[in-house]
C-alpha cells in the first residue's frame, strides 16, 4: 500500500469514501449472515459454527437495570452516596425530547473535540462547490 502520508489530500478523501463504501456494504451483508447465523443457532441449539477455515461462536447477550432509587440506598449506607451521581447516566436524546431543548440546555453541558471525527460523501455539498 502507498504510503498514506505522501499521498495527495484529494486521493485520500477519494479512497476514505470507496473505503466507506465497501464496509458499509459488508457491514450490510454481515448483518444477514448473522441474523441467519441466530436462526440457525436458536433453531439447532448450536453454541458455534464451523466453517472451512473459520470459526463462529454464538453467546448470549445480557441486559441489566438497577433501580437508581435503591442503588442510592444501598450507597448511603454504606456511605457511599456522593458517587452516585457519577454512575447515574441519561440518555441524552430521550431526556432532550422530554423536557424540550430549551430547558434541556439549561441544565446540559456540551463540549466539542475539533478534528475528531470524519466522514465520507459521495459529492461535495454544494456549500463547498
Known amino acids: 500500500m502507498e504510503d498514506i502520508i505522501n499521498q495527495d489530500t484529494s486521493a485520500l478523501v477519494d479512497r476514505g469514501y470507496v473505503l466507506k463504501v465497501k464496509i458499509d456494504t459488508a457491514e450490510e451483508e454481515q448483518d444477514l449472515i448473522k441474523a441467519e447465523l441466530k436462526q440457525r443457532a436458536k433453531k439447532e ?22 433501580d437508581t432509587e435503591a442503588l442510592h440506598k444501598v450507597m448511603k ?19 432532550r425530547d422530554m423536557l424540550g431543548e430549551t430547558v434541556f440546555d439549561t441544565i446540559s453541558k456540551s463540549d466539542s473535540f475539533p478534528y475528531s471525527k470524519i466522514s465520507f460523501k459521495e459529492k461535495v455539498p454544494k456549500k463547498y462547490q
Open 77 to 95: 449506607k454504606l456511605g457511599q452516596a456522593k458517587e452516585f451521581w457519577n454512575l447515574v447516566t441519561a440518555k441524552v436524546k430521550d431526556a
Open 45 to 66: 441449539k448450536a453454541g458455534y459454527f464451523l466453517g472451512s477455515k473459520h470459526f463462529s461462536q454464538i453467546s448470549p447477550t445480557s441486559s441489566t437495570v438497577v
